[in-house]
């Protein structure tokens, strides 16, 4: 069965830090890109990291220098290491792989607080 399966957010205070992961099954993330989204109450959903099936990442203006994309093709797991959260951070993070076919999270939540 092909489940994204993230974890690891929460409630986190600004200027704090969480690591996300992304945990699949039924595929291997060594052969898909993958990236991670955010949507925040009210506002269109939001790309914040890619990371080629090579491994090569990628990331928009409004986090670079701040999220970091990796991986872990052993253990079959993405991650997205997030520094120094703002409030405007804040919203449900889901993880997607794509390649021939395109799989979706139920993500997690991260709030961060002022």
């Known amino acids: 069965q092909v489940q994204l399966v993230e974890s690891g957010g929460g409630l986190v205070q600004a200027g704090g830090s969480l690591r996300l992961s992304c945990a699949a099954s039924?595929?291997?993330?060594?052969?898909?890109?993958i990236k991670w989204y955010r949507q925040a109450p009210g506002k269109e959903r939001e790309l914040v990291a890619i990371i080629t099936s090579g491994g090569t990442p990628n990331y928009p203006d409004s986090v670079e220098g701040r999220f970091t994309i990796s991986k872990d093709n052993a253990k079959n797991t993405v991650y997205l290491q997030m520094n120094n959260l703002q409030p405007e951070d804040t919203g449900v993070y889901l993880c997607y792989a794509y390649r021939n076919r395109k799989y979706w999270g139920q993500g997690t939540q991260v709030p961060v607080s002022s």
């Open positions: 039924g595929f291997r993330v060594s052969s898909y890109a």
